[in-house]
């Protein structure tokens, strides 16, 4: 007898060896047609996979992440299987799912064209239409090798060589077309579903080493709904439209050049936005007891060799070498130096918990494929800050961070924020019983933010756990940013100490705290969440004075003098263009407010105001819009 342990917790019995499919239909007819995959005592298994054997079973279908990622899967090896039925010679190397879809890398000399992806998603569907079964073989290693080099799938062979030896090797057919694969996969090519899309073609380098060849890589996704595959193209649509890259240049906030890669040329208007944070960010440290610090950027070796940075980081480290030969890092990190801040003069348990931030510009290597305008860079500042503190402050301090994280989100139109708690790794540092305070510390804080969070097990640094703050922007995509990490390495690696109550030295804790985690970055995300329209208090340029002809320049330009003394960011446009040529070029730079004088407005002393997406106007005294706007000009929360 066989018996089959249910998720909750029921168990069926069968007299002799059973598929997952069979499984599926003996618990209802209605799960059996939605079933797409299985795990059996936690792995996941192909749907007609045999259990001969007691266990547990769970059956997924497309709402679970598992089916939606599986028919991601096979949609990917469908890619593969319509490029080869088209374009016959063309080699498959490797395709996997990602975020929302999947890519399949191809090595053809021949670009594909928007035509070709056209033919290629039609082809797709036919294969679908096909209904081909799809089956597993495990082949011996050599047979694999020799099969794929025969058939001119180098590509494929040279991954066969480097699996392992005593490593299964699996093969997946759909029909007669085949693939190296893990799996697992859908039981036939008909149970994808047609909602999918290819989405683009790019450059990709044969296991991402610019010294190998340069691929061919097709990006598309699948859902399991056309209403989801609506959705995403739409959300996919309207972030384009807010890309930071482009409104950053319509905006004239900053750009880039190949003279220095993911380094940021700020132009006067992006400054303006990057110093509005720094200063806002200032002012919520002050009040909340921090001192705030600045350390070198270049560093000697030893240093970092100390804090075990060049061990495990050296790699995404820039070096220069002096005449004397003495060999120093670009930091790629604050923390280090903070700690030297922190060893300057005796420090007693009174001290504590001793706050210290830092705008610290770090620099880290990033390959040149993965640079992404503000989002990707290897030259940012980093809002970093450093508490240390005894082990008993632990649990008070991580609340205050939380606290202080999420009302700083919350002034910047962030209410979504998303927590990810992640405890100790098997590698690890310090003793349990500290790891023990630490963690419940942490849990503490995430628990009495009343937000959703998630847990990941084990994913913890190796010197203490960490909370991640995840903020979910106006089209729904989350964006990891802030992060609060429990030290209880690097002190000791660099000779923090305090003296306690019985006068003996002990090592602090170190709290690692970043609230935006990179200001570039954060600047990018908030470009985006907002479509360039940010709220008044930090907009870089907040409003211009246009006179409706010559006639008015002299009021115009009073006016602009009033509203500049006054703290608010104005310019005055008297360039030699006509009113609606200058509304709409202001408008396209997302200025919050456009200020028209003419005749009526002299009279009364007085401005219409026109506003960004609206076509309504107010009058108002300008005695009046400076007080009312002067009041609007700072944070929510201050």
Known sequence: MLNITLPDGNKLSFEKKVTGSEVAEKISKSLSKKALLISIDGKLKDLDTIIDKD??????????????????????????????????????TIGPVIVDGFYYDFARKEPFTEEDLNKIENKMREIVERDEKTTREVWPRKKAIDHFRNIGELYKAEIIESIPEGEEVSIYFHGKWHDLCRGPHLTSTGKIGKFFKLMKVSGAYWRGDSNNEMLQRVYGTSWSTQKDLDEYLRRIEEAEKRDHRKLGKLMDLFHFREESPGAVFWHEKGWSLFQKLVSYMRHKQDQAGYKEINTPEILDRSLWEKSGHWEKFGANMYTSETPDQKIFAIKPMNCPGCVQVFNQGLKSYRDLPFKMSEFGKVHRYEPSGALHGLLRVRAFTQDDAHIFCTEDQITEECLSVTNLILEIYKDLGFENVILKYSDRPDLRVGDDSVWDKSEAALIKAVEASKLEYSINKGEGAFYGPKIEFVL????????????????????????ASYIDKDGSKKIPVMLHRALFGSLERFIGILIENYAGKLPFWISPLQTIVIPISDDFNDYAKSIHKKIKNAGISCEVDLKNHNLNYKIREHSNAKV?????????????????????????QENMLITDFIKKYTSLNKAPSI
Do not use: Y
């Open 592 to 616: 919050p407010m456009l200020l028209i004088c003419g005749k009526k407005e002299v009279d009364s002393n007085a401005v219409t105001i026109r506003r960004l997406d609206s076509n309504k």
């Open 472 to 495: 979910r922007d106006a089209i729904g995509r989350d964006w990891q940013c802030g992060t609060l990490q429990v030290d209880l390495n690097l002190p000791g690696r660099l000779g």
């Open 55 to 92: 266990c547990s079973i769970k059956i997924f279908t497309s709402k679970d992440k598992e089916g939606l990622e599986t028919i991601r899967h096979d949609t990917a090896h469908i890619l593969a299987m319509a490029v080869q039925e088209l374009f016959p010679g063309t080699q498959v």
